[in-house]
């Protein structure tokens, strides 16, 4: 299974940019780059994805290093809503068609008013 | 259903029982996929189905788990011979599948209590 690694822990002020970093040197060519957040009490929410160029939707940026060894989340502004667990996941496949996600133990990430 | 669905939230059991824990995945969704998650914890995979096939069981920890889903909807998660470390919230999750965003919906979660 195709590893990620990510700082246990980060903190952030209101209103400020977040970004959050996700190594991944042992991504294959075909790993998409998946990241879901874990509000407190719920269950993982799907964030964003990438494959190889950057990626913006309304929730975050996604940037994804050239040689794809690495990529960081933007949370262009924070709230305090934002405090979560962000997990970097590589969608393994399996064999074609066929997918698995593995999760890893994320970045809490603590927004401060 | 509008989302993904599990029952029951919440079950209390006593060391030795066999529970089965149930999911609904969200209406024409081919993938669902099961985790298990403890406290502080990410969640860690069990097993996966595309339709009814069993693709991926290689995360079920030992013989006394096993998943079914039988006509590629709901889905079954048994445990028997329940023991206290299988304490744990359930995840269950599905997902389109065989599309590049493969993007997962999970559910609220079973809270399972061994005692």
């Known amino acids: 299974d195709a590893k990620t690694t990510q700082p246990n822990s980060m903190e952030s002020n209101e209103e400020e940019p977040v970004h959050l970093p996700c190594n991944h040197s042992?991504?294959?060519?075909?790993?998409?780059i998946h990241w879901y957040r874990q509000l407190p009490s719920q269950g993982p929410e799907y964030v964003i994805h990438?494959?190889?160029s950057n990626v913006n939707n309304r929730m975050a940026s996604l940037a994804i290093a050239e040689d794809r060894k690495s990529s960081t989340l933007i949370l262009h502004r924070a709230t305090l809503r934002d405090a979560a667990v962000y997990y970097c996941?590589?969608?393994?496949?399996?064999?074609?068609?066929?997918?698995?996600?593995?999760f890893g133990t994320g970045t809490r990430l603590k927004v401060l008013a | 259903g509008a989302g993904v669905s599990q029952s029951p939230r919440y079950k209390v059991t006593k060391r030795g029982q066999d529970v089965a824990l149930r999911c609904d995945p969200i209406?024409?969704?081919?993938?669902l996929y099961w985790y298990r998650q403890a406290l502080g914890q990410g969640p860690e995979f069990l097993t996966y189905?595309?339709?009814?096939?069993?693709?991926?069981k290689s995360g079920l920890p030992n013989d006394r788990f096993s998943a079914e889903r039988p006509e590629g909807s709901i889905s079954t998660l048994t445990i028997q011979r329940t023991e206290q470390r299988d304490s744990a919230m359930y995840r269950c999750?599905?997902?389109?599948?065989?599309?590049?965003?493969?993007?997962?919906?999970f559910g609220e979660g079973s809270r399972l209590t061994v005692l």
């Open positions: 209406s024409g969704h081919v993938s």
């Open positions: 996941i590589l969608r393994d496949v399996i064999v074609s068609g066929t997918y698995k996600y593995i």
């Open positions: 189905f595309n339709y009814e096939a069993q693709q991926d």
């Open positions: 042992t991504i294959s060519g075909t790993d998409y």
């Open positions: 990438g494959l190889t």
């Open positions: 999750a599905s997902s389109l599948a065989l599309t590049n965003t493969g993007e997962l919906f």
